[in-house]
């Protein structure tokens, strides 16, 4: 069965600066791996997928996350965050066909201004 | 043109009460889920139909029973609902093998 660690539950950055949110996975055979963002009150809205291919996986609104098997990761980066930005994030794994999907416990972004 | 809905977006009941939450995809997609997300944001899945089949059931209590009437609607019905069914429930739907799901803006339970 796999699962998902995020280990920040909380991450404050100020606007501007960088963003770099922890994902870490267990799963026995090759992963897919998704970040997912959900506004307060909202539904959920995928930012990027990995399936297979090239590690480095763009995403919309200027995020990318990179796979990285030897340190089972997927973690999710921004170069300059927006106020906008501001929200949870999950990162999530699914199984060999992408089916069933193993959510992490969520990473709170807060931007500060 | 909403992708995945669901109705009811708030629902607020009694306990012992019995109710249902209805999603709808008009994606053309095979797969459809339910997920609950409690009070701590913890996501997990619940049940998943591929073109009206149960395929996924996790270990949820009998009250509660998915019914597929077509590969487009996924409803949710919950009998005698308890204090712990609070959370928001999400449906989400995908094409096929190897897609991304895609998820409703999800229903608010609370139980009082």
């Known amino acids: 069965a796999q699962s998902v660690t995020q280990p920040d539950i909380h991450i404050t950055v100020s606007e501007g600066a960088s963003l770099e949110l922890r994902c870490n996975y267990s799963?026995?055979?090759?992963?897919?791996l998704f970040w997912y963002v959900q506004s307060p009150g909202q539904g959920l809205q995928l930012l990027l997928k990995y399936f297979s291919g090239d590690t480095l996986v763009q995403g919309i609104k200027g995020f990318e996350a990179e796979f990285k098997r030897s340190q089972s990761s997927f973690n999710l980066r921004k170069p300059s965050v927006h106020w906008s930005d501001a929200a949870e994030y999950f990162c999530?794994?699914?199984?060999?066909?992408?089916?069933?999907?193993?959510f992490g416990a969520g990473t709170i972004l807060r931007v500060k201004s | 043109d909403t992708a995945v809905s669901q109705t009811p977006k708030y629902l607020v009941t009694q306990m012992g009460n019995d109710k249902s939450i209805k999603c709808e995809q008009n994606?053309?997609?095979?797969?459809m889920y339910w997920y609950k997300q409690d009070s701590k944001k913890f996501l997990k899945i619940m049940f998943s139909y591929n073109n009206k089949e149960l395929i996924i059931n996790e270990t949820v209590p009998n009250r509660f029973s998915p019914k597929s009437p077509d590969k487009a609607h996924l409803n949710l019905h919950i009998n005698s609902l308890e204090l712990g069914d609070s959370a928001v429930y999400f449906c989400?739907?995908?094409?096929?093998?190897?897609?991304?799901?895609?998820f409703g803006p999800g229903t608010r339970l609370l139980v009082l």
């Open positions: 799963y026995g055979a090759t992963p897919y």
């Open positions: 999530a794994v699914g199984d060999q066909y992408g089916n069933k999907l193993v």
């Open positions: 994606l053309g997609h095979d797969t």
């Open positions: 989400a739907s995908r094409p096929g093998k190897q897609e991304t799901q895609y």
